[in-house]
Structures are given as structure tokens and as C-alpha cells.
């Protein structure tokens, strides 16, 4: 992208933020109202990429009609309408261009996020008929939001955001409580970081560099990243791994370590290989810095013509990528000669030990086929009971039974009627959301009691059964059983 000229125009200064801020509150320019204005199906169809209902139903002159139809449906509008709607900033501030006589477009998507935040990004036409500019900074896709519901939101005094873009990750560590630094390598994300902070009435402090680079030296008590981790040509700043193949991410999470405070958390999105005849958990688990505790969810894993396509479509890229040597081909030629089997997408938590003495908990999961998609009071929970399985003897642990609980037992017909096939429990915030057990576990979590020490448990089992070490055979899987939420330790 080296001597790349954009086209796109220049971001608004956030000098003009205060006034905007207070005229896009004034036209009730927020979530609530649209959902309300639009109601469930239009605005369905609008994610979906179909516009025309909202146009029908943003026609009228309202402001807050105005403003949809410049900012989020990306159409031209008399100026006199856009300025009413604006307060009369709309092109002193930049966030409206002239267009035909008469008429004005929108120089940026901004969009209300909640009902006080507004997130600034390029214009992207809402049926994704123009393909992105290389430097695009775009807005809330669903990476970001899967980062926003998985990071633990923790009681924390200092975060990084890690390749802001459109600033929404700053504006939740924000919100949090933190004082927010965020990061980016792109001139036009940290200006348009900056608009988001300050149209929504936000602080934070914006530097320019490569990965950690602008913060060398300092600590965070939350890190959070969603970097560009898609493997293939460098061609978009936003998503495009600069590195080689997964290096963009395995760098991201060795490094994070390295600045995170002792018992600070870093949530990070990432990509990685799975080479021919490898498992997929080798290489990220491979990459997990020493002195903290790691949980890998697997959340998709695509071959290599389903990873390419997603991509192409993703930059609404035209059909010729898919012509005799485009890109497409290429691409899918440069995955072979890597040896790419699949390509994982996922998310690392770390945690940063607060003693040298504490031995790390590593849990690799795929959660693909989990009914929800875990969340961040989930991974909270898994980080509590990590802490809580760390400082006890396992004989000593006291372990409840979760509200919830369910155990499963499935069969499969035969000639003769039922086959057992296989038993699981099952509890509501548990990660992951079930797991297999045998009839032994079953017994001994049935037994499971607070008042008594789970040594305890395990000899009353393994005395009922008739077997002096059955229980102890046992204590790992209970364990596992207890960090995953199917148990949970006492105080
Ligand atoms: C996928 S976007 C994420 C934006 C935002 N954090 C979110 O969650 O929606 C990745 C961001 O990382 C930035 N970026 C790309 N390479 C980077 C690098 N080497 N160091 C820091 N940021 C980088 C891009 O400019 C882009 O803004």
C-alpha cells in the first residue's frame, strides 16, 4: 500500500464534535429512536443489505429521517434539509460534501451506537455495490461485535485498544471505567477513532504505530484486540495481515504478554493455519506466552475456497476476482503452496499471572457447535474459577452443583431397543456449555456437596463402589469438570 493516494475524503476534525454531538442528540439520532422509527422487519432488512424499505420509511423531511438517509443509506439529500437536520455544521463541519446543485451527501457513515455513542467510518452503500477503498476504515461489522460480547468486562484502570479503526472497542473499555489508550497504524483510523471518542463524549488517547510499538514499556490491565488477522494478499488495511500467512496473529498474541500488568487480561481475535496433516490447535496453542493462563475457542474453521470467498465478498469485491488468474485463483494457489488444510478463526484470552510460582491453565476449545457463541461473562467465570482451582489443594476443593444443571443421557435404537450412547452434563455459563462423562463422574457429582471437601466425596464414592483408588483416578476429570463450570468451587 506503499505510496497508495486515497481517494476518500478527508475525515472531519473533531474541533467541530461538541456541536455536532449535541445537534445529532437533538434529532433523537440514536438506536432506539431508528428501531422505533423503522421497526424489527426494515431494519432486518437494512442489515441485510436491503435498503429499500428504510427509504420508504425515512421519505418525510423529520430530521431524524434526514439523517438515516445521509448516513446510514449513503443518498444524497437537499441541503436544506441536511442543514436543518445538522444545525446548519453539516458542511462547515465536513460531515456533509456538496453534490448535485442543491444537494448534499454524507463524507462518512455515522451511525448512532446506543443512545449517546456515534460511531464514524467510511460510507459503505448499504447493498455493498461499490468495492471498499484499500484504506477504508470500516465500521462495526460482526468481528467487532463478537470481540465487544466476548471481552470480560472487568473492573480494570488502564486499557489498550489494539488497531482501533472505528473506535468502538475504545469507547466499551471506556465505558468500563479505564483510562483508554488505542492504537492504529493508519493515519485515517485514529482520526476517525478520534471523531467516534469525541462525538461520543468519550476520552482517549490515540497513538500511531505498529502493534504494541506506541505503548513499548508501558502495562495495561486490559488489552483488547481485533487486528487484521485475514490470511491472504495484503490488499486491505482494515482486515489484510501485513505478515505472512498467520504471523499477524501468532505476533499479536506472543507479544501481549509483554504488556500486561500482573493478573491484566488481553481478549484477542485471530487467525490461524491448520497445515495438512496438523490438528488445529497446534499452532495457536504453540503461541501462547509463558506466565499466563490461555483460553483458545475455536469459533469457525473454513477450507481454503470457503476462507477466500468470504473475503471477496466481504470487500463487496467485483466478480472479476473470480476470472481465469484473478485474484481468487491466486490466492487460493498461495494457500496451497502454504499447505493450508483449514483456516481457524478464533479468539485468545491470556491472563498474566500474579506469581512467578503459579503454574498457567491452558484450555483449547472448539465451541463451534455451542448453541450460543460464548460470551464475556462466561469467559469472566472461567477466569474466576481458573483462580479458585489454582490456590487450593484439589482434595480440599469444595464443589456445588450449578443452578441448572442437566445431565443427559442418549440412546440409539437396536434390534433389541435402546443403546446407551453417551452421557453429558450440562449448566447454563458453563464453558464449554457441556461436556461427556462416564457413570463414575455422574455418581460423584451427584455427591458433590459444599459442606464436604471433595477428597471427602471421592472416597464415599470409591468406598460405595467397592474400589479404593476409583476415586482419585477420577479427581483430574472433576477438576476439568469444575473449570469448565459443571462444578463450581466454594469459597
Ligand atoms: C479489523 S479492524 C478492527 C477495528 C476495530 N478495533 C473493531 O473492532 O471494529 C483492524 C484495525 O487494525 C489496524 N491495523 C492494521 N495493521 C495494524 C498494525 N500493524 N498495527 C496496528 N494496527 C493495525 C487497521 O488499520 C484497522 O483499523
Same mark, same amino acid.
Given at each position: 500500500?506503499?505510496?497508495?493516494?486515497?481517494?476518500?475524503?478527508?475525515?472531519?476534525?473533531?474541533?467541530?464534535?461538541?456541536?455536532? @454531538?449535541?445537534?445529532?442528540?437533538? &434529532?433523537?439520532?440514536?438506536?432506539? &429512536?431508528?428501531?422505533?422509527?423503522?421497526?424489527? /422487519?426494515?431494519?432486518?432488512?437494512?442489515?441485510?443489505?436491503?435498503?429499500?424499505?428504510?427509504?420508504?420509511? *425515512?421519505? =418525510?423531511?423529520?430530521?431524524?429521517?434526514?439523517?438515516?438517509?445521509?448516513?446510514?443509506?449513503?443518498?444524497?439529500?437537499?441541503?436544506?434539509?441536511?442543514?436543518?437536520?445538522?444545525?446548519?455544521?453539516?458542511?462547515?463541519? =465536513?460531515?456533509?460534501?456538496?453534490?448535485?446543485?442543491?444537494?448534499?451527501?454524507?463524507?462518512?457513515?455515522?451511525?448512532?451506537?446506543?443512545? =449517546?455513542?456515534?460511531?464514524?467510518?467510511?460510507?459503505?452503500?448499504?447493498?455493498?455495490?461499490?468495492?471498499?477503498?484499500?484504506?477504508?476504515?470500516?465500521?462495526?461489522?460482526?468481528?467487532?461485535?463478537?470481540?465487544?460480547?466476548?471481552?470480560?468486562?472487568?473492573?480494570?484502570?488502564?486499557? !489498550?485498544?489494539?488497531? /482501533?479503526? *472505528?473506535?468502538?472497542?475504545?469507547?466499551?473499555?471506556? %465505558?468500563?471505567?479505564?483510562?483508554?489508550? %488505542?492504537?492504529?497504524?493508519?493515519?485515517?483510523?485514529?482520526?476517525?477513532?478520534?471523531?467516534?471518542?469525541?462525538?461520543?463524549?468519550?476520552?482517549?488517547?490515540?497513538?500511531?504505530?505498529?502493534?504494541?510499538?506506541?505503548?513499548?514499556?508501558?502495562?495495561?490491565?486490559?488489552?483488547?484486540?481485533?487486528?487484521?488477522?485475514?490470511?491472504?494478499?495484503?490488499?486491505?488495511?482494515?482486515?489484510?495481515?501485513?505478515?505472512?500467512?498467520?504471523?499477524?496473529?501468532?505476533?499479536?498474541?506472543?507479544?501481549?504478554?509483554?504488556?500486561?500488568?500482573?493478573?491484566?487480561?488481553?481478549?484477542?481475535?485471530?487467525?490461524?493455519?491448520?497445515?495438512?496433516?496438523?490438528?488445529?490447535?497446534?499452532?495457536?496453542?504453540?503461541?501462547?506466552?509463558?506466565?499466563?493462563?490461555?483460553?483458545?475457542?475455536?469459533?469457525?474453521?473454513?477450507?481454503?475456497?470457503? $476462507?477466500?470467498?468470504?473475503?471477496?465478498?466481504?470487500?463487496?469485491?467485483?466478480?472479476?476476482?473470480?476470472?481465469?488468474?484473478?485474484?481468487?485463483?491466486?490466492?487460493?494457489?498461495?494457500?496451497?503452496?502454504?499447505?493450508?488444510?483449514?483456516?481457524?478463526?478464533?479468539?485468545? !484470552?491470556?491472563?498474566?499471572?500474579?506469581?512467578?510460582?503459579?503454574?498457567?491453565?491452558?484450555?483449547?476449545?472448539?465451541?463451534?457447535?455451542?448453541?450460543?457463541?460464548?460470551?464475556?461473562?462466561?469467559?469472566?467465570?472461567?477466569?474466576? @474459577?481458573?483462580?479458585?482451582?489454582?490456590?487450593?489443594?484439589?482434595?480440599?476443593?469444595?464443589?456445588?452443583?450449578?443452578?441448572?444443571?442437566?445431565? $443427559?443421557?442418549?440412546?440409539?435404537?437396536?434390534?433389541?431397543?435402546?443403546?446407551?450412547?453417551?452421557?453429558?452434563?450440562?449448566?447454563? =455459563?458453563?464453558?464449554?456449555?457441556?461436556?461427556?462423562?462416564?457413570?463414575?463422574?455422574?455418581?460423584?457429582?451427584?455427591?458433590?456437596?459444599?459442606?464436604?471437601?471433595? #477428597?471427602?466425596?471421592?472416597?464415599?464414592?470409591?468406598?460405595?463402589?467397592?474400589?479404593? $483408588?476409583?476415586?482419585?483416578?477420577?479427581?483430574?476429570?472433576?477438576? @476439568?469438570?469444575?473449570?469448565? #463450570?459443571?462444578?463450581?468451587?466454594?469459597?
Amino acid at each position: 500500500m506503499l505510496g497508495y493516494v486515497t481517494s476518500l475524503p478527508p475525515v472531519p476534525s473533531v474541533r467541530h464534535a461538541p456541536a455536532l @454531538r449535541d445537534a445529532l442528540l437533538a &434529532a433523537d439520532y440514536t438506536a432506539s &429512536a431508528i428501531s422505533a422509527h423503522l421497526g424489527p /422487519t426494515v431494519e432486518r432488512a437494512l442489515a441485510r443489505g436491503e435498503p429499500a424499505a428504510a427509504r420508504r420509511a *425515512c421519505s =418525510g423531511t423529520s430530521a431524524l429521517e434526514t439523517l438515516v438517509r445521509l448516513f446510514l443509506l449513503a443518498e444524497p439529500v437537499a441541503t436544506a434539509d441536511a442543514e436543518m437536520a445538522l444545525d446548519g455544521k453539516g458542511r462547515s463541519s =465536513g460531515v456533509l460534501l456538496p453534490d448535485a446543485r442543491g444537494v448534499v451527501r454524507a463524507a462518512l457513515d455515522l451511525r448512532p451506537y446506543g443512545d =449517546g455513542w456515534f460511531v464514524a467510518s467510511d460510507l459503505r452503500l448499504p447493498t455493498g455495490a461499490l468495492t471498499l477503498e484499500p484504506d477504508a476504515v470500516v465500521g462495526i461489522g460482526s468481528a467487532s461485535m463478537t470481540l465487544v460480547t466476548a471481552t470480560p468486562r472487568l473492573p480494570v484502570a488502564t486499557a !489498550l485498544d489494539l488497531g /482501533t479503526g *472505528c473506535g468502538v472497542q475504545a469507547l466499551h473499555l471506556a %465505558a468500563a471505567g479505564a483510562t483508554v489508550t %488505542a492504537t492504529d497504524t493508519s493515519t485515517r483510523a485514529l482520526e476517525m477513532a478520534a471523531l467516534t471518542a469525541a462525538l461520543s463524549g468519550v476520552e482517549v488517547e490515540l497513538l500511531a504505530g505498529n502493534l504494541f510499538e506506541p505503548v513499548a514499556g508501558r502495562l495495561f490491565d486490559q488489552v483488547v484486540a481485533n487486528p487484521p488477522f485475514v490470511i491472504g494478499p495484503n490488499r486491505f488495511t482494515y482486515r489484510d495481515s501485513a505478515l505472512p500467512a498467520d504471523g499477524l496473529t501468532a505476533e499479536v498474541i506472543t507479544s501481549a504478554a509483554t504488556y500486561l500488568a500482573p493478573g491484566g487480561t488481553a481478549t484477542m481475535l485471530g487467525s490461524w493455519l491448520a497445515l495438512e496433516g496438523q490438528d488445529w490447535q497446534e499452532r495457536v496453542r504453540s503461541w501462547v506466552p509463558p506466565g499466563c493462563d490461555a483460553l483458545v475457542l475455536l469459533r469457525e474453521l473454513l477450507d481454503p475456497t470457503e $476462507h477466500v470467498a468470504l473475503w471477496l465478498a466481504d470487500g463487496d469485491e467485483a466478480l472479476e476476482t473470480e476470472a481465469p488468474d484473478g485474484v481468487a485463483e491466486a490466492w487460493l494457489a498461495d494457500l496451497e503452496s502454504q499447505q493450508a488444510h483449514d483456516i481457524c478463526y478464533g479468539l485468545v !484470552l491470556l491472563r498474566k499471572l500474579t506469581e512467578l510460582s503459579e503454574s498457567p491453565r491452558i484450555s483449547v476449545l472448539d465451541v463451534r457447535a455451542e448453541p450460543q457463541p460464548p460470551d464475556g461473562v462466561r469467559l469472566r467465570g472461567w477466569l474466576e @474459577r481458573v483462580t479458585a482451582l489454582r490456590t487450593a489443594d484439589p482434595r480440599n476443593l469444595r464443589l456445588a452443583k450449578p443452578t441448572g444443571l442437566e445431565l $443427559h443421557r442418549s440412546f440409539v435404537a437396536d434390534a433389541d431397543g435402546w443403546e446407551p450412547d453417551g452421557i453429558s452434563l450440562r449448566a447454563p =455459563g458453563a464453558l464449554p456449555a457441556a461436556a461427556e462423562v462416564n457413570d463414575l463422574l455422574v455418581a460423584l457429582v451427584k455427591e458433590c456437596d459444599p459442606a464436604l471437601p471433595l #477428597g471427602a466425596v471421592l472416597d464415599l464414592v470409591a468406598a460405595g463402589a467397592g474400589h479404593k $483408588h476409583l476415586g482419585d483416578d477420577a479427581l483430574p476429570a472433576m477438576v @476439568r469438570l469444575a473449570e469448565a #463450570g459443571l462444578l463450581v468451587p466454594v469459597a
